[in-house]
């Protein structure tokens, strides 16, 4: 009896020992948990397609940041000493990324960042990457659109001072707005979870603004449109990535309509076969087509799992290693080479709401922005 309970304690120590366990870093709850559950969507779906590698099963481990800083580098540093994960997917925010990064500098883990464009994301970091192009790039083309697609000259950025995502975007746009086509920028600010915008809207009223800008996240935006359009603002709505969500449409319903932003992924966009399959095999698993995030955790998964293979090894650094000299890796939402610095290489997509609906307008390369 005793030799059967060796070799079955045995048996279950090997089975152990043979998953590979990833972390997810998410805000799974607060003010942005909508970004985390489409991550998390994509993310699981990448698993079913695959669940294994180096003959090993993938374990992912979630970790909820509750949409905050310092949780994020708690729940970084429980993923790290305590799951010992070889590599971590997230977070959304630039700022949570950030708090996390720390941790994974220290402890050697590779994370790979889904939607985190902020550039201090990975400066200076040996360990931090990220599958989505950065807010330089954003921002100048948010600029170069305003000025030459809608012909403006005066824009109002909304500027949510507690996210270094949204003051980073801002400040990018303002210096190629400026700069080449000579433009007027006024910066009016408030706080991520602020429900009131009129003082806001009233400066950019009385300012003259073509074009009313927001660089923070989809619930700020939805309700400052509507707030907008009830105060009698009649220009033009743009934004970054921090638009892209469906909830978007659900809070602020027609008074988004026409509203353009920067995206990293479109479904409509879908050219490769890999990335039809990844969009049929989502609708069929959710009922719904994916948004960005899902698109982006279901990249940040895969390519992993690609470092993983060609590094023969889970021991992190190894991986990390791999990560980095990640070359035209074939995502669902495109090409991504990752640069010496850990960023993606990879074009701005431009959406528009239309008839309740996020609709592709154009896709603008980087080699087009310099």
């Known amino acids: 009896m005793k030799r059967y309970l060796v070799i079955l304690l045995a048996f279950v120590v090997a089975v152990v020992f043979a998953d590979i366990k990833i972390g997810v870093l998410l805000p799974l709850t607060g003010g942005i948990s909508a970004f985390g559950e489409w991550t998390k969507k994509g993310i699981e779906l990448a698993r079913e397609h695959r669940p294994t590698v180096l003959g090993e099963k993938v374990v992912l481990v979630y970790a909820d940041t509750r949409s905050e800083k310092t949780e994020a580098a708690n729940a970084m540093a429980r993923l790290t000493d305590k799951e010992k994960v070889v ?10 990324s950030m708090a996390a990064a720390e941790i994974a500098e220290s402890r050697k883990i590779p994370q790979v960042a889904v939607t985190s464009t902020n550039p201090l994301v990975t400066q200076g970091k040996k ?18 659109f305003a000025a030459n697609t809608l012909k403006a000259k005066k824009v109002t950025i909304f500027v949510d001072i507690e996210q270094d995502y949204s003051v980073g975007l801002t400040n990018y746009f303002t210096e190629r707005f400026e700069g080449k086509y000579r433009g007027k920028v006024q910066k009016v600010q408030y706080k991520s979870g602020d429900q009131e915008f009129s003082a806001q809207i009233s400066q950019a009223i009385a300012f003259g603004s073509d074009v009313i800008m927001f660089t923070g996240y989809y619930n700020e935006i939805a309700l400052a449109a509507q707030q907008a359009r009830a105060m009698g603002y009649k220009g033009y709505f743009i934004a970054g990535d921090g638009a892209d969500a469906p909830e978007l449409i659900k809070i602020g319903g027609k008074t ?13 966009a879908a050219k490769t076969k890999k990335a039809k399959d990844f969009v049929e095999s989502f609708k069929k698993k959710y009922g719904t087509l994916p948004a960005m995030n899902a698109a982006l955790g279901y990249d940040a998964y895969m390519l992993i799992l690609d470092a993983i293979e060609r590094a023969k090894s889970k021991d992190p650094v190894k991986i990390n290693n ?19 610095n850990g960023n993606a290489i990879k074009p701005v997509v431009i959406v528009q709401v239309k008839n309740g609906k996020f609709t592709y307008v154009t896709s603008i390369e980087p080699a087009q922005l310099k």
Request: net charge negative; aromatic share 10%.
């Open 127 to 144: 360990f931090v990457s990220r599958v989505c192009f950065i807010d330089p790039l954003q921002g100048t083309a948010l600029a170069e």
């Open 322 to 340: 791999a990560i980095r000299s990640t070359k035209n890796f074939e995502g669902v939402s495109g090409l991504i080479t990752i640069d010496e």
């Open 87 to 96: 590599a971590v997917i997230g977070e959304i925010a630039s700022s949570n």
């Open 256 to 268: 988004v309509e026409g509203l353009y932003f920067t995206t990293h992924y479109v479904p409509e």
